[in-house]
């Protein structure tokens, strides 16, 4: 499970936001969000923990800890738009591995469009 952290403080390093995490579980990755221009932290990064149980956990113990001076905020990281995760369908026909007509009706509570042939 991917986690978003927030409101770090812009003196956290990559190992001490790690550090933050493996009392939990394994920390698959761990990446701080840099500014381009100045090479400095932005204020948040993201945790990969491979067990969600962990994750969770994590999630849970850490949300709304004083870290440096700062109260961070630890969630579920969203896919971004476009970028599917592991569990979420391919698009295209299901013998490639896409969403079955009935599949896509349960998850949006519509039909597909008919396509004109």
């Known amino acids: 499970m991917k986690l978003l952290i927030r409101n770090l403080a812009r003196s956290t390093t990559e190992a001490e936001l790690r550090a933050m995490f493996e009392p939990y579980g394994t920390v698959q990755s761990c990446t701080l ?9 932005k204020g948040f990064g993201f ?4 067990k969600d149980g962990d994750a969770k956990a994590a999630m849970k113990r850490l949300n709304g800890v004083d870290v440096d001076g700062s109260k961070i ?3 579920k ?7 599917a995760t592991s569990t979420e369908p391919k ?3 299901p013998e490639q591995g896409g969403p079955k007509k009935s599949d896509t009706k ?3 509570g519509k039909w597909p469009a008919a396509r004109k042939r």
């Open 33 to 41: 969000v840099m500014d381009r221009e100045t090479g400095s932290s």
């Open 73 to 75: 905020r630890v969630k």
């Open 77 to 83: 990281a969203e896919a971004k738009p476009g970028e």
């Open 106 to 108: 349960k998850q949006t």
């Open 91 to 93: 698009h295209g026909r």
């Open 47 to 50: 945790v990969e923990m491979p």
